[in-house]
């Protein structure tokens, strides 16, 4: 199926959005839900957030971390800095190594998720974890702008009932425990509609660069807009 979409990117970088707090109930947050504050592409700070999905690497949205100069990662307790070592404008998919690890790994599923099955994305909010509850519409070809809002890209992911807002992209959708979506964007349409990227299917170019432990040339990293 496919979507042009008009959402609006929900980290600090993007476009504000109604705050709207959201309140879950589930078991205790996974520990490797992090907070990412980053500087250097404007006068204030970016904030989003992001999972450990293998020892001392996070995986997150690539528009919370373009043009970083600095990157702080908490989970709460301790705080780290990290520097990106994988990042897909395209996609909207980054990962960052983490100078002292926080928390547990969780895995990486995506695909395979049914419409109308219930989970949770876990969201760095005022220095804690916030557990939102999610319930997958269907799984979408999301048609959108790469990060710059340049060109036309075509992200796999899913489109979700989820009552997010600015500052929670990046943050992962957990269905039965594993990681199947990494929060992308808020709908400007619909209220309590979100988007999230598959991290396996539209994962290929990060996952390349993570093997080969190297960013092309032509990915710069420093590049704001």
Known sequence: MSLRTTARYVGAIGLIVVTVTAAGCAADPPSGVVG??????????AHGSGMVVAPGLVLTAAHVVKGADVIDVTNG????????VAFDPDMDLAYVRLEADLGAPSSLEG???????????????????????????RAVRIKTENIYIEGETDRPGFELDADIQSGDSGG????????IGVLWARSSKYDQRAYAIDPVAAGALVRRQLGTGSIDNSIDLARCT
């Open 36 to 45: 990412l504050t980053v500087t250097g592409c404007s006068t204030g700070a």
């Open 77 to 84: 307790a301790r705080s780290t800095t990290a520097s990106v």
């Open 172 to 179: 992962p959708v957990l269905v039965d425990g594993e990681v």
């Open 111 to 137: 695909g395979g998720v049914d419409r109308g099955e219930h989970g949770v994305t876990y969201v760095f909010r005022d220095d804690g974890v916030v557990a939102v509850p999610v319930v997958v519409r």
